[in-house]
Each structure stands twice: as C-alpha cells, then as structure tokens.
C-alpha cells in the first residue's frame, strides 16, 4: 500500500508513521511524501497517520488516512496428488492466473505430480455468476463448502458452471492437480444479467 501526504512544514528532518496509536516507522529524509506500507494482513481495515519531525519535536498530526486492503489468495502446495501432510510451501497471491508451462510454481514445489489449494473469501452482490477455470491437469471448485466442478482425473481444458449467490461474503476454493507437462490455473468470475 502507498501512503501519501502533503509537506507543508519546511524544516522537518523527516516523518514518522503511526498506525492508529502504535508507531509504524520513521522516514528519515526531509521533502519525502510518500511511504509504501507492506505486510498488511489481506482484507484487513487499517489507519494512518503522519507527523512531521524535527530536532525541536514534531508537529500535529496529519489527518487519518484508512484502507480495506485487498482480498487475497491463500495458496499452499504439496509434493504428492492427494493434498495431505503439511503443505511444502504456501503464500498469498492476488489471483489465481498461472501458467507453469513445464516448470514448478516455487523452488520447493515439484514441477509435476504437485496439488495446490487456493483459498478466499469475497463480497459478492446478490444474483448469478458464471465460474470459469482453464486447468491443466485436474480441478476442484468449491463455494462455500458445496463442491460445484469435479474435474480431478482430467487432461487439460475449460470448466465452467454457473451458481447462484446471496449477497454477502462467500468462500471459494479451488484445488488444482499437476501429474506431468504442463501446469496451468486460471480462475475467473462474472456476474451474469437476471
């Protein structure tokens, strides 16, 4: 996340970044209006604000400034087609769009004979949304726990259903299969016309 501000104090020494009351970091140079804020937890509500300091002390506070950080995916990886023991690597991932081709999605993930799970909860209005995922080899896609697309033995090609949804957030998840040659995920969504 990019945090900006306006200097309007001409001789600071720097600036410092509290996040509600607790202290987040110090800036360390004069002029600067711009500080990128990382490791922010996925759909998580945060507030700033800014201070200009000096060697006399500091000055008021900027007005706050407060964000919803994106929805992420929450990916893991396994070594084996069964999705079981602990998973060999996991990371966040704004979407789930890769093609692998030949090679492996981490260094400590094997390029075949892999399963992944992606993971994510998101608002959605209420009405129908048609479900489209390109995968090489198998997929599971599930919503909310109810398992819509079961295609786990399957070579590559597109998967596709529509699903009706309430407003309100939904969980969705989708479980890949990698057994040999190419690897590909792609996930996407659209609201359909009632």
Same mark, same amino acid.
Request: aromatic share 16%; hydrophobic share 35%; with cysteine.
């Given at each position: 996340?990019?945090?900006?501000?306006?200097d309007? $104090?001409?001789?600071e020494?720097?600036? /410092?970044?509290?996040e509600g009351s =607790?202290?987040?970091?110090? $800036?360390?140079?004069?002029?600067?209006?711009?500080?990128?804020?990382?490791g922010? *937890?996925?759909?998580?509500?945060?507030?700033?604000?800014?201070r200009?300091i000096?060697?006399?002390?500091s000055?008021?506070?900027?007005?706050?400034?407060?964000v919803?950080?994106?929805?992420?995916?929450?990916?893991?990886?396994? =070594? =084996?087609?069964?999705?079981?023991?602990?998973?060999?690597?996991?990371?966040? *991932?704004?979407? $789930?769009?890769?093609?692998?081709?030949?090679g492996?999605?981490?260094?400590?993930?094997?390029?075949?004979?892999?399963?992944?799970?992606?993971?994510?909860?998101s /608002?959605?209005?209420?009405?129908?949304?048609?479900?489209?995922?390109y995968?090489?080899?198998?997929?599971?896609?599930?919503?909310?726990?109810?398992l819509?697309?079961?295609?786990?033995?399957?070579?590559? *090609?597109?998967?596709?259903?529509?699903?009706?949804?309430?407003?309100?957030p939904?969980?969705?998840?989708?479980?890949h299969?990698?057994? =040999?040659?190419?690897?590909?995920?792609?996930?996407?969504w659209?609201?359909?016309?009632?």
């Amino acid at each position: 996340m990019q945090l900006t501000w306006r200097d309007t $104090v001409m001789n600071e020494t720097g600036f /410092e970044i509290y996040e509600g009351s =607790n202290y987040w970091a110090t $800036v360390p140079s004069p002029n600067i209006t711009a500080f990128t804020i990382s490791g922010l *937890e996925p759909n998580s509500y945060h507030c700033f604000k800014v201070r200009a300091i000096n060697s006399a002390g500091s000055s008021p506070f900027s007005d706050w400034a407060c964000v919803t950080t994106p929805p992420r995916w929450y990916a893991s990886f396994w =070594n =084996n087609t069964t999705l079981t023991g602990l998973a060999v690597h996991t990371r966040y *991932e704004p979407a $789930v769009f890769f093609d692998w081709t030949s090679g492996a999605p981490h260094p400590d993930v094997y390029a075949d004979y892999f399963t992944s799970r992606w993971t994510r909860s998101s /608002e959605f209005h209420g009405g129908t949304y048609r479900f489209e995922v390109y995968h090489d080899d198998g997929v599971r896609l599930w919503i909310d726990d109810q398992l819509y697309i079961d295609k786990w033995d399957q070579a590559a *090609e597109t998967s596709s259903i529509d699903v009706s949804l309430t407003a309100g957030p939904h969980t969705v998840k989708v479980e890949h299969l990698e057994l =040999n040659g190419g690897a590909s995920l792609k996930l996407s969504w659209q609201a359909l016309a009632d």
